[in-house]
């Protein structure tokens, strides 16, 4: 006979929500660092300088920026579920159509297309984390999506692409993208199968795994209403926000679309060392990510101050990486030039749980919108600044002759210097940032 007293079990659907929110960061960066190998390929190819690369590799950002601000409206009202489905599958798609064409104007369409879908991810993923994860857990948890997977995602992508598939397995780059985008159509089609907006809807949760959700929060507000745009732009903490991301965004673009071409170019390594050389800043910002969400929940939770919790980790982590970077411009050899940047890279992206923190706290139930806004202020960085690495590059660029052969010679420490300044920046942006200022009048204050 059933004892009435003996408490319910909770379930544990919200950690297979947790593993299907890290596969879609994952998935997401594996396949948006894949330009690491494919944009040397195509300068190679088709003889593309350091600028016309980087406006090519910009048509991504360009509308990566402009789906931000619909997309996280769209989550707000309907939900992430389906939404992050068919993007999954669509980007993946596109991903694939990079190896069938070398014409400039039809890669300059697919790499927009590839930005629009991608779009949506993180304000779909924000809003999972804040739905389906207690307020105490949330940024440790949002760290691990988002900053490690999505680094892990990155890291592995020229290991994957470069040195497993085309290294070792002697794929053309083409072949060995579609067995990429391949993986990502599957996955798009489970989560759409597996994954529901909400506790509330998924029928497998029971009261007991719902408790530990909510954690004395009220549930999760209906998907209805819109940010108050004139609220929003009053507030100081958004406006320097949105300066933050751009600078931090800005400079963390090298790490998709240059890094390669550095050890091609500038080293001289093959592309099996380029593979795993390209993936030790990421492997330093997975690392990172956990790190920052530890830093979080211990200091809010050591503290009680949320507010200064978010704001010194953000600084710390931007301005040592700063130093880490002017260290690494001073480095010839090409190993310890990589783990020096894997070094700025795990410092720089512990402030990324505190970026998924703070837009959760400053956006409440409008906390997709507040991340696509500030989002769209780092794809703009996205859009900006790839070109002009690439004028800085074209500028410190010489031509030589050896041997009767005509050899074109780049100094890079200017580039690494400019990524630096711009490191410095977003940490001082962090101290004027108040996370408790929210946006949500329906909440109260989380200072």
């Known amino acids: 006979m059933h004892d009435a007293t003996v408490p319910e079990r909770p379930t544990g659907v919200r950690w297979r929500v947790f593993a299907l929110a890290c596969g879609c960061s994952f998935l997401l960066y594996l396949h948006r660092y894949t330009w690491n190998i494919v944009g040397p390929k195509l300068q190679d190819t088709y003889q593309f300088d350091h600028a016309l690369a980087g406006w090519v590799f910009a048509a991504f950002y360009v509308t990566y920026a402009a789906g931000q601000i619909p997309s ?7 939900g992430p579920h389906r939404f992050l489905s068919i993007i999954a599958v669509l980007w993946s798609a596109c991903l694939a159509g990079f190896g069938l064409t070398g014409n400039l104007w039809a890669l300059g369409g697919l790499r927009a297309l ?3 879908a991608q779009a949506g991810c993180y304000p779909g993923l924000t809003k999972v984390t804040r739905s389906w994860f207690p307020l105490r857990s949330r940024t440790m948890i949002q760290g691990w999506v988002a900053t490690t997977f999505g680094r892990a995602g990155g890291a592995m992508s020229p290991i994957l692409l470069g040195t497993v598939l085309m290294g070792w397995c002697g794929f053309t780059w083409q072949s060995a993208l579609w067995v990429l985008a391949g993986c990502g159509v599957v996955f798009g089609i489970g989560f759409g199968l597996l994954f529901r907006n909400t506790p509330e809807e998924h029928p497998e949760v029971n009261e007991a795994e719902l408790s530990i959700i909510r954690d004395g929060q009220v549930a999760a507000a209906p998907q209805t209403g819109v940010l108050p745009w004139g609220q929003a732009f009053r507030n100081r903490s958004l406006r320097v926000f949105v300066v933050q991301q751009y600078l931090d965004a800005g400079s963390d673009v090298v790490f998709v679309s240059l890094i390669g071409a550095y050890f091609l170019q500038a080293h001289g390594v093959d592309i099996k060392s380029t593979g795993w050389l390209v993936s030790l800043p990421l492997w330093g910002g997975a690392l990172g ?6 830093l979080n929940e211990t200091l809010i939770g050591a503290t009680g101050n949320r507010r200064w919790s978010r704001s010194l980790i953000g600084a710390t982590g931007k301005i040592v990486g700063c130093v880490c970077l002017l260290l690494m411009a001073t480095l010839a050899n090409p190993l310890y030039a990589g783990l020096m940047l894997g070094v700025a890279k795990f410092f720089s992206d512990w402030s990324q749980p505190t970026v998924w923190g703070t837009c959760t706290d400053l956006g409440g139930r409008f906390s997709a919108t507040v991340f696509s806004i500030i989002n769209t202020a780092g794809t703009l960085g996205g859009v900006i600044m790839p070109p002009a690495f690439g004028y800085l590059l074209d ?10 052969e005509t050899l074109k010679m780049t100094n890079w420490s200017p580039l690494f210097y400019l990524i630096a300044a711009m490191y410095f920046g977003s940490g001082f942006c ?13 909440e109260q204050s989380l200072a």
């Open 395 to 404: 500028a410190f660029t010489t031509t030589q002759t050896v041997a009767g």
């Open 289 to 294: 990510g956990i790190v920052g969400g530890w």
């Open 114 to 116: 590839f930005g629009a």
């Open 72 to 78: 996280g409206i769209f989550i707000d009202r309907f």
């Open 430 to 442: 962090w101290l004027l940032i108040d996370c408790t200022k929210t946006l949500d009048t329906s």
